[in-house]
């Protein structure tokens, strides 16, 4: 040993120097080495294996150890500048600075992960207030950074910062107006993953997949994703489709035009033939009674077809749809409001509108559904005498003579 130190003293001053820079360097990678690949190894079985979160913020904080060494370790290299040693030692104290922010930004993930395997997870998504955190953990790193560097106190800047207050305004307004934004949907229960949402100001139409603190996407049913400014969605509307799927049914609300020309009324010959129709019976037995009452105590003895109330078709009709869709079993009544209804004649026909709900909520079903109740109703239309209006088309026109 005392022949290593003589020989070590023998050494130019330069040559010390770098011997001891190497030493130092050294015994910061072994430090390192030791730490990240032996210590943290034997100790993953205790760590979350379901994520490598986890892992990642232990190894961020094994890397301020190294760093410690380096800034302590730093004044006992002999013959190095005053000022060469102060600047390493700034920059090794600077960097365990941003080695704990990050460990602390891979802390706040892996706590971000874990709210996220809760199964109530998405109604209360808490990535913004966690991107938030981030934020000032590493402003507060930066200002610590900053401060170690050029060694001064973290009031100084501070105090420096407050100056600044209308810059950092306008630099951070979007995330602000995030971060408001953020805790009124959060708070307001407003948005949630996995909700379909629609915005056509911003041509989005789908699924909720990601809430951020910046932005929310959106995953559109043709597999593209569009990227929403949180505060857009505080500051502009937007439908949520979250009710439909929580209420179980979802709404059926189409009319068919009816061509004016085809209502009328019903001889008894034709009002017999629709006896033949189930869903009819108790609708045709009551229309009966109640016309023929009406009838007996208003004419009175007035034999003129023209005065008397009659059926109609198109009444027939509609009472017929009622009836079917309560048959049907694909359609739910379980407070939902069912109805068949006539909107205002328009020149494209009379519209007959059926709104109804069907008993699942998943769109294929829904879509099926509503096909199979629509070509039932366009098909028995004939039954009624009743025809669905439709403009005249080339077709129509072919066997029209001109002149």
């Known amino acids: 040993m005392e022949q290593a130190i003589a020989l070590f003293n023998a ?3 330069w040559a010390q120097s770098a011997l001891g820079l190497a030493a130092l360097a050294l015994v910061a990678l072994l430090v390192n080495f030791i730490l990240k690949k032996v210590i943290l190894r034997l100790a993953a079985p205790f760590l979350d294996t379901r994520t490598l979160t986890a892992d990642k913020a232990a190894a961020r904080l094994a890397t301020v150890a190294p760093l410690l060494i380096v800034a302590n370790g730093i004044e006992l290299v002999p013959n190095l500048p005053k000022t060469v040693w102060l600047l390493i030692q700034n920059i090794a104290e600077a960097s365990i600075v941003l080695s704990i922010a990050m460990a602390i930004s ?8 874990l709210y996220r395997r809760r199964p109530d997870a998405h109604m209360r998504p808490i990535k913004g207030y966690v991107q938030v955190l981030k934020i000032v953990v590493y ?5 610590l950074g900053i401060s170690a560097l050029i060694e001064q106190s973290p009031l100084l800047l501070l105090s420096g910062l407050g100056a600044m207050a209308a810059v950092l305004l306008l630099v951070f307004k979007d995330t602000i107006l995030s971060l408001v934004a953020s805790v009124q949907l959060t708070s307001n229960d407003m948005l949630r993953v996995g909700d379909w949402i629609e ?3 911003m041509n989005a139409d789908g699924d909720v997949i990601d809430i951020a603190l910046h932005t929310v996407k959106v995953q559109n049913f043709d597999k593209t994703i569009t990227t929403i400014p949180t505060y857009k969605l505080i500051a502009e509307s937007y439908r949520n489709w979250r009710g439909m799927s929580d209420a179980g049914g979802r709404r059926i609300k189409r009319a068919l035009p009816l061509d004016q020309n085809s209502v009328r009324f019903l001889s008894d010959s034709e009002v017999d033939v629709l006896r033949r129709f189930r869903l009819l019976t108790d609708y045709l037995v009551g229309k009966d009674k109640e016309l023929a009452e009406w009838n007996k105590r208003e004419l009175a003895g007035d034999a003129n077809p023209v005065n008397a109330r009659r059926i109609t078709n198109i009444g027939t009709f509609r009472a017929y749809v009622i009836a079917y869709l309560k048959a049907h079993p694909e359609l739910t009544d379980k407070g939902f409001t069912l109805l068949v209804r006539q909107l205002s004649p328009t020149p494209q026909g009379l519209p007959l509108e059926i709104y109804c709900f069907t008993n699942t909520t998943e ?3 829904y879509e099926r559904i509503q096909a199979d109740i629509f070509d039932h109703l366009i098909a028995i239309l004939p039954e009624f005498g009743l025809r669905l209006f439709q403009e005249p088309s080339g077709l129509d026109l072919a066997g029209l003579k001109v002149g």
């Open 139 to 143: 402003c507060g790193a930066v200002i």
């Open 11 to 13: 050494q130019p001053p």
């Open 199 to 201: 915005m056509p100001g």
């Open 363 to 365: 769109w294929a079903e």
């Open 106 to 113: 891979k802390a706040l993930d892996y706590v971000e992960e």
